[in-house]
């Protein structure tokens, strides 16, 4: 239910706003990459300015992605670890409870 309502709230008016800027802003922008001399043709990229809004929100979305998958590196690691000491604990666990096991032709009946 949160998640539709995040949805409708936040990622809707977020969609038509940034189709909005995409309608606005078709003219040509020069991406210059020489500090310099910005007049420089050979270092610099000139595409529709919606295209530089999608090249800064897909590069955000990748580097928060990854700051975000190192910081918890540190609880990947504590869960690997702690997988493995369960799956050790279940082995002693299992073998102890085979050892301790009585053979059935060994109990007495009675008769």
Known sequence: ML?????????VPLGILLIVLCVTNRQ?????FNPF????QALSLTAPFFVWLFVALILGMVVGSFATWFSQGRYRKRARVEAKSAVHWKKEVDKKTRTDQVPV???PRLT
């Open 3 to 11: 998640k539709k309502i995040v949805t409708l709230f936040v990622l």
């Open 28 to 32: 040509s922008v020069s991406l210059a």
């Open 37 to 40: 001399k910005p007049a420089d």
């Open 105 to 107: 032709s060994e109990i």
